[in-house]
């Protein structure tokens, strides 16, 4: 059977539970886990799932395979006209993961390259051990994109500004040790370690109190009890009022088609 029949038959998610911590992994290898919709509710309800067992204190999101973490959303999906996030679950955003919190804290464990809406799950993540092969970067510019999964706003407040401006206008993406200098990731470790490390790092989240853990986690997000933060709405309102307009462009067309041409773009600016 070859990767490309096993992508298509797995499950796009794979949901494991190890002791007081949730296991999340992206699952479509060949596809360098780009997000689809069924990615999306598998994530999604896992979450929800977790959010709802006290038995769960921590929460761990990773990538299949040694080629990426994740590298956004579907492009392909998305050129034949398909969703990537399902009707119903536009609340939860990219995989059902970047807008979906939780009062668990949750540890992005990155195991290769991580761009466009893999950086938007890693922003979107407590904490960060990454390997020394990832990378992360918000490319949507040389597509014709915008960050519609926070990424624009989140790597703002999480970088010194002219850092984030720069990775934001240029498209250019960063390493794994400069993404530790930036203070972006907590800990970088050999592509071999990177899973075993983070859930080491979630176990001693889960060996503490989860009722001061999670209170320490609201309380440094500015995070209600209902999830909501109110120090993003601006962030999500700015993004939603600009996605339209980018995303019927004429270059929002060009910047995919000449991905998958393998072409440099033509920028009509319209």
Same mark, same amino acid.
């Given at each position: 059977?070859?990767?490309?029949?096993?992508?298509?038959?797995? &499950?796009?998610?794979?949901?494991?539970?190890?002791?007081?911590?949730?296991?999340?992994?992206?699952?479509?290898?060949?596809?360098?886990? /780009? $997000?689809?919709?069924?990615?999306?509710?598998?994530?999604?309800?896992?979450?929800?799932?977790?959010?709802?067992?006290?038995?769960?204190?921590?929460?761990?999101?990773?990538?299949?395979?040694?080629?990426?973490?994740?590298?956004?959303?579907?492009?392909?999906?998305?050129?034949?006209?398909?969703?990537?996030?399902?009707?119903?679950?536009?609340?939860?955003?990219?995989?059902?993961?970047?807008?979906?919190?939780?009062?668990?804290?949750?540890?992005?464990?990155?195991?290769?390259?991580?761009?466009?809406?893999?950086?938007?799950? $890693?922003?979107?993540?407590?904490?960060?051990?990454?390997?020394?092969?990832?990378?992360?970067?918000? &490319?949507?510019?040389?597509?014709?994109?915008?960050?519609?999964?926070?990424?624009?706003?989140?790597?703002?407040?999480?970088? &010194?500004?002219?850092?984030?401006?720069?990775?934001?206008?240029?498209?250019?993406?960063?390493?794994?040790?400069?993404?530790?200098?930036?203070?972006? $990731?907590?800990?970088?470790?050999? /592509?071999?370690?990177?899973?075993?490390?983070?859930?080491?790092?979630?176990?001693?989240?889960?060996?503490?109190?989860?009722?001061? $853990? %999670?209170?320490?986690?609201?309380?440094?997000?500015? %995070?209600?009890?209902?999830?909501?933060?109110?120090?993003?709405?601006?962030?999500?309102?700015?993004?939603?009022?600009?996605?339209?307009?980018?995303?019927?462009?004429?270059?929002?067309?060009?910047?995919?088609?000449?991905?998958?041409?393998?072409?440099?773009?033509?920028? %009509?600016?319209?």
């Amino acid at each position: 059977m070859t990767s490309e029949t096993t992508d298509t038959v797995a &499950p796009p998610a794979l949901i494991e539970r190890r002791g007081n911590i949730m296991l999340i992994t992206l699952n479509r290898p060949a596809a360098r886990n /780009a $997000v689809n919709a069924e990615m999306c509710v598998l994530v999604g309800d896992a979450l929800e799932e977790s959010e709802r067992d006290p038995e769960i204190r921590a929460v761990v999101l990773t990538g299949a395979g040694d080629k990426a973490f994740c590298a956004g959303a579907d492009l392909k999906a998305i050129m034949r006209g398909e969703s990537v996030i399902p009707v119903g679950r536009e609340h939860w955003g990219l995989a059902g993961y970047v807008s979906h919190a939780i009062s668990k804290p949750t540890i992005a464990a990155v195991n290769g390259p991580a761009l466009g809406g893999g950086t938007e799950l $890693v922003l979107a993540s407590d904490l960060v051990v990454a390997a020394d092969t990832a990378t992360f970067g918000l &490319p949507e510019v040389t597509r014709g994109l915008i960050a519609g999964a926070g990424g624009a706003f989140r790597l703002a407040a999480k970088l &010194p500004q002219t850092v984030a401006m720069e990775l934001l206008l240029t498209g250019e993406a960063i390493t794994a040790d400069r993404a530790l200098e930036l203070h972006l $990731v907590n800990r970088v470790v050999s /592509a071999d370690k990177v899973l075993d490390t983070a859930l080491e790092l979630a176990e001693r989240i889960a060996a503490n109190a989860p009722l001061a $853990v %999670q209170a320490h986690k609201r309380i440094a997000l500015g %995070q209600a009890e209902d999830g909501a933060r109110p120090d993003e709405q601006k962030g999500w309102e700015m993004t939603s009022a600009a996605l339209p307009a980018i995303a019927y462009s004429q270059d929002a067309k060009e910047g995919p088609l000449a991905f998958a041409e393998k072409r440099l773009p033509v920028w %009509q600016g319209k």
